[in-house]
């Protein structure tokens, strides 16, 4: 399945600096179904909101770290939800250590991305996410 720009993309940091950033990015590439969290508490409460009324999310974009609920817990709370469990979901880090990378490829993450970056490596992960 190829990426959709008009899906519904959820976009979790705890820095609106780094929302911003993710946003441009994301409209840049056609996207302009935008939602943006700060934690991962109130985006996991977003996602499941979102998916009871009909209009499931479609891709999460989520930082790894958090003060509330981490990325990682997020991508857990995701991947143990049955309706949740193919979710796309793009964790992004400045962490670019390697067993970071496992903990999240073992948690069931789709693509992994380190900060900073270049709108070109975000296309290059999410159409390895979305292979057309």
Do not use: Y
């Amino acid at each position: 399945m190829a990426f959709n720009p008009k899906q519904k993309i959820l976009i979790v940091d705890d820095m609106s600096t780094m929302r911003k950033i993710i946003k441009n990015m994301l409209t840049k590439m056609g996207c302009n179904n935008l939602t943006e969290a700060d934690d991962g508490k109130p985006a996991w409460e977003m996602i499941q909101k979102a998916h009871e009324e009909g209009a499931p999310f479609e891709f999460i974009v989520s930082d790894w770290n958090m003060p509330g609920l981490s990325g990682l817990d997020l991508l857990k709370n995701i991947r143990a939800d049955e309706r949740f469990k193919k979710l796309p979901f793009l964790m992004i880090t400045a962490e670019a250590e390697q067993s970071n990378v496992v903990i999240a490829v073992k948690a069931g993450v789709s693509n992994f991305i380190v900060k900073p970056f270049a709108i070109t490596t975000l296309k290059e992960k999410i159409d390895k996410i979305f292979p057309g």
